[in-house]
């Protein structure tokens, strides 16, 4: 799994910094976490295919968040796209999506599906789920968590070989959770060669948002937490005000959550040295960088 983040500026784009957007890239699928204005242009540079994306998840309905939907669909129609493409976000989302594809004069070449989301609602996909929460911001907003389904176990090829498995193509099924049955009628389980499951991988994106119990539960011991970060803590009283989290509060959530690593995003544009977040950042939770626009983070489950 590997993350490019398309954008991540809060607001106002910057030289440095587009508008909020983040790629996934999961094997061979692609997944969009919101959509600012420009980030075709920032999949092209990052050398991502649109062709390849097939979901994007929205987290509120502030400008900087979904304005560039509309142009990422014109561009993916002029490549003469046919697959479907899944739009994703709050209640609102397929009356918000039906208005931004009126305003061009254009013709589809696929289909958008969009659909509004409760939270805490629960979406399916190609060995994992996305789980979404509320966040405090100051209209209604999504968190959303990719968490991927449990890994088989640790194969362990000298029972194997006790039990009298040769090494080869029964190797590779025992492996993918097949019994096999020897020359002389014994079978043997996967359970009896193989450790227990292992966890995959946990990413949660909480986009803009003060301080909540509820990210703390939905990034419950994750292996990345995206986390807004717009202004310093000397600005507290502004964050609070316009709704977002200083360095320090995102930190505190990290480490209530006991997350593995901590990004911070949405980077307010008056930051031309993002040094000052990172450091306030450190002070409560070590682990923690703050994105920059094409940077990539690769994320492997361990062992």
Known sequence: MKMIFLGTSGSIPTVER?????????????????????????????????ARL????????HGDHFLGLPGLVQTMALMNRTDELEVYGPPGTVE????????????????VRAHGLEPGEELRGHGYRVQTCEVEHTI?????????????GKFYP?????????????????????????????????EQVMGPPRPGCKVVYAGDTRPCERVVELARGADVLIHDCTLANELLDKAIESGH?????????????????????????????????????QQVFPNVIVAKDLMELEVRPKD
Do not use: C
Request: hydrophobic fraction near 45%; proline fraction near 5%; glycine fraction near 8%.
């Open 245 to 281: 989290s200083t360095p320090w509060e995102a930190a505190e959530i990290a480490k209530k959550a006991g997350v593995k690593q901590l990004v911070l995003i949405h980077i307010s544009p008056r930051y031309v040295d993002d040094a000052v977040l990172l450091e306030e950042a």
């Open 54 to 61: 097939k979901t994007v998840f929205l987290t509120h309905f």
């Open 96 to 111: 918000l999506v039906e208005k931004l594809l009126g305003l061009g004069y254009y013709t589809l070449t696929f289909q």
């Open 158 to 190: 000298e029972k194997a070989i006790e039990l009298g498995v040769k090494e080869g193509p029964d190797f590779s099924r025992l492996r993918a959770g097949q019994s096999i049955r020897l020359a002389g009628g014994q079978v043997v389980k996967p």
């Open 18 to 50: 587009n508008l909020p957007a983040i790629a996934l890239r999961r094997d061979r699928e692609l997944l969009l976490f919101d959509s600012a204005e420009g980030t075709q242009r920032q999949m092209v540079r990052a050398g991502l295919s649109m």
């Open 140 to 152: 209604q907003s999504l968190a959303y968590a990719l968490v991927e389904d449990p890994r088989p």
